[in-house]
T-cell receptor, first 113, second 112 residues
């Protein structure tokens, strides 16, 4: 069974800080890993997708890394802004269960001015 | 391209009733997955459809069912509603079910 854990559960930082959000998963036989952002009461917005053969992906101020052998991924947010405040979710996809993502409980991020 | 759309956005029902939620995937996407999100359980997988066939199913009772049409649009039905069914129901689409998933805005269901 695949279990996904995200640490910390909540994070509050001043604007401008560089952040690292952590995600760990128990079964390293993953197909890909996806990071999402969710604003209160809204759907999920896809941020980055890392294929199992990749080590990292970058989009603007976001950088996600993947270490499949150790079952870990990190999301790095550079120069945080108040608009980054949201819940960040990590999800893994096992090739054996098509169309199903296994989610962590998320990291609730607050960036204050 | 238009994103994933879900209708209705909000629903209020009473216990014992049934409800149908609709999801229209991104054009060209053939896989649609459904998730239930609650504060207590987080995001839980309901089922996934591809080319009108259910390929995977989560651990939900038979009151939860779904289907997919030839245009890839999907519906989810919950019969005999219970208070615990109150949740945000999210659908996601992907090309084949193995790549990136894109989520809709969700349907907020409240059961009174």
């Amino acid at each position: 069974k695949q279990e996904v854990t995200q640490i910390p559960a909540a994070l509050s930082v001043p604007e401008g800080e560089n952040l690292v959000l952590n995600c760990s998963f128990t079964d390293s036989a993953i197909y890909n890993l996806q990071w999402f952002r969710q604003d209160p009461g809204k759907g999920l917005t896809s941020l980055l997708l890392i294929q199992s053969s990749q080590r990292e992906q970058t989009s603007g101020r976001l950088n996600a890394s993947l270490d499949k052998s150790s079952g870990r991924s990190t999301l790095y947010i550079a120069a945080s802004q108040p608009g980054d405040s949201a819940t960040y979710l990590c999800a893994v996809h096992r090739g054996s269960t098509l169309g199903r993502l296994y989610f962590g409980r998320g990291t609730q991020l607050t960036v204050w001015p | 391209k238009a994103g994933v759309t879900q209708t209705p956005r909000y629903l209020i029902k009473t216990r014992g009733q049934q409800v149908t939620l609709s999801c229209s995937p991104i054009s060209g996407h053939r896989s649609v997955s459904w998730y239930q999100q609650t504060p207590g359980q987080g995001l839980q997988f309901l089922f996934e459809y591809f080319s009108e066939t259910q390929r995977n199913k989560g651990n939900f009772p038979g009151r939860f069912s779904g289907r997919q049409f030839s245009n890839s649009r999907s519906e989810m039905n919950v019969s005999t509603l219970e208070l615990g069914d109150s949740a945000l129901y999210l659908c996601a689409s992907s090309l084949t079910g193995t790549g990136a998933q894109y989520f809709g805005p969700g349907t907020r269901l409240t059961v009174l």
